[in-house]
């Protein structure tokens, strides 16, 4: 019993064991065989006892059996694949498998010439089916995928298109590049142009109190917006570092504190040391300039609109400029500010603390400002995105009429080019000059000071119709004193009066009325000017002769503009608009 089961055993493991049957093999065969494969029916239990091979499949049978033998050549494990492949399979050829890896189709470049140019023979090899695809050479080197596109490989791809790109043309490509150009940041490596002078006197300065260890003057330098005193200072200070200068700059903003007291905040956190409470902060910055040692290096303290640090008893401003005069301070002090009046109106014990080094930056001309606008075009070849130099000679001699802000040149420049670019292709061209008037009329309606102006009552516009009047009378002044703003002022409205709906009260009662106006108008006048400081529109600075006011980012052209746009009584906009021509 034992000895016939130990047999029935050994037999059994004789035995190969049935194939697997697999779906997914099951899939691939049925896609591969092109033909249905018959075979005829065979006992193939028996003939795997016999220890036979089955016969290859012939052209009868179904195909579910020439799967089945398919299977049985490897009964055990995972059914192999090599014998599914028998017959050659279609290939693509070549050009479409290197579209597939490169991503674009072989340049001639690379050895494959076209088929214009190929001979007869070779054009036919070309032309073939999978049979010929091997008797054409691949390249040597292998085919590598492309590195994926950067912020700055798209910007350099918009900025250099190559012949054949769909959607692209010349004009396009060159409206790209100044639009780039006109950037108000100045491109590095370059320097500010039309500012040789002020420039050399600032080196100098600067250079003498690094070497000195420290310095009892004050750098002051002053000028209107826009006429690059920042970008002058921080461009020698950028050349004085490389330079091996052994200096640490403390760069304060004095328009961006919410008080003149957290100056001293900010400069401590910028010097090295510990931090200590905001009542002790004056104390320790002393502290820190008496105890300076000849090995440490010089401090370069630059503040950047420092008339915003003005106060009633001028305590910050003393208190600041009282660190010149400590003898181990290794100090050196630079201010700018936008008012020239400045060190004028400082208080005699702030004044006597230290000596002042002036350097004013003019506002630019008409033939800087086209300086500067086409040395940035030139640099990227962008001068042909405007349609003659006649564009830029006018656009420059509109800001320089204003105020001579080279920001403002750049702006109008470069949403001129914008517009542009927004164009339909047909449409689309250099910038003309209705595009840089149409860019100006944007600019200036999108400004919320424009818009604050636009929705003002009528008696503040009329004042500040009055400024506009008082500023264009006195050429290339900045400021007007406010008696004077008050008298035109007392004209407009009593010209307004008389025109308007009480133009048929009699001579007596407008008399009286004039009168009225003589005692309540400076009253008005005072109330209009801190009304318009506060939200930003005009400035306002005390002098000896008593109080003057100035505009806050909008030059006398622009204001104007403005109240053309909103104003209804003839005679006003006859004054407004006799006085832009004058």
Request: charged letters at 25%; a positive charge.
């Amino acid at each position: 019993m034992a000895k016939a089961k130990v047999v029935k055993n050994i037999m059994k493991a004789a035995l190969p064991k049935p194939p697997v049957r697999c779906p997914l093999v099951e899939a691939m065969v049925r896609k591969h065989l092109q033909k249905p494969v018959e075979t005829p029916p065979v006992d193939v239990q028996s003939k795997r006892l016999r220890g036979r091979p089955p016969k290859a499949p012939s052209a009868q049978g179904t195909t579910q059996e020439a799967i089945s033998v398919a299977l049985h050549k490897r009964p055990r494990g995972r059914p192999s694949l090599k014998a599914l492949h028998k017959r050659p399979v279609a290939r693509p050829p070549l050009k479409a498998l290197h579209k597939r890896l490169v991503g674009h189709p072989p340049l001639k470049a690379q050895g494959m010439r076209s088929e214009a140019h190929q001979s007869p023979q070779e054009s036919h090899q070309t032309r073939a089916g999978p049979s010929s695809i091997n008797s054409v050479t691949s390249p040597s080197t292998p085919p590598q995928r492309p590195r994926p596109l950067t912020r700055e490989d798209s910007e350099v791809k918009n900025l250099t298109p190559e012949k054949g790109d769909a959607g692209y043309d010349h004009i396009n490509a060159r409206l790209e590049r100044a639009a780039l150009a006109l950037k108000p940041v100045l491109p590095k490596g370059s320097s500010l142009p039309c500012r040789d002078v002020e420039r050399l006197r600032i080196t100098n300065h600067l250079r003498t109190g690094v070497m000195q260890g420290g310095s009892t003057q004050v750098l002051y330098v002053s000028g209107m917006p826009g006429t690059g005193k920042t970008a002058t200072v921080l461009e020698v200070l950028e050349e004085l570092r490389s330079q091996n200068g052994n200096f640490h700059l403390v760069h304060i903003n004095a328009m961006r504190l919410g008080a003149p007291q957290q100056i001293f905040r900010e400069i401590a956190d910028q010097l090295p040391g510990k931090r200590v409470s905001n009542g002790q902060l004056h104390d320790h910055l002393t502290h820190f300039f008496l105890k300076r040692k000849r090995e440490d290096p010089v401090t370069v303290l630059l503040v950047d609109e420092v008339d915003c640090l003005m106060t009633a008893n001028q305590a910050v401003l003393y208190k600041v400029f009282d660190w010149l005069g400590m003898r181990r301070a290794r100090l050196v002090l630079a201010a700018i500010s936008n008012t020239m009046d400045l060190p004028e109106r400082l208080l005699p014990r702030v004044a006597s603390r230290f000596h002042i080094e002036r350097v004013d930056f003019e506002p630019y001309n008409r033939s800087q400002l086209h300086e500067i606008l086409s040395s940035r075009l030139k640099a990227v070849d962008g001068l042909e995105a405007f349609s003659g130099d006649v564009v830029l000679k006018l656009c420059a001699a509109r800001v320089a009429a204003g105020s001579g802000d080279v920001r403002k040149a750049l702006q109008v420049c470069r949403c001129a080019v914008s517009s542009c670019v927004q164009k339909s292709e047909g449409e689309r061209g250099p910038v003309k000059i209705a595009d840089l008037e149409a860019a100006e009329q944007e600019l200036l309606f999108a400004n919320p000071v424009t818009k604050a102006i636009l929705s003002q009552s009528t008696q503040t516009r009329r004042f500040l119709a009055a400024v506009a009047l008082e500023l264009m009378q006195r050429d290339q002044a900045d400021t007007v004193f406010l008696h004077q703003v008050s008298a035109r002022f007392k004209k407009l409205l009593n010209v307004t009066a008389i025109d308007g709906e009480r133009c048929s009260m009699e001579l007596d009662r407008a008399a009286e009325e004039e009168m009225m106006l003589d005692s309540e108008v400076e009253d008005m006048a005072k109330y209009l000017t801190l009304r318009l400081q506060a939200m930003s529109i005009l400035r306002v600075s005390s002098l000896t002769c008593g109080q003057a006011v100035s505009l806050g980012s909008l030059d006398v052209e622009e204001l104007a503009v403005a109240l053309l746009k909103v104003e209804e009584d003839p005679t006003v906009r006859e004054l407004l608009e006799a006085g832009r021509f004058l």
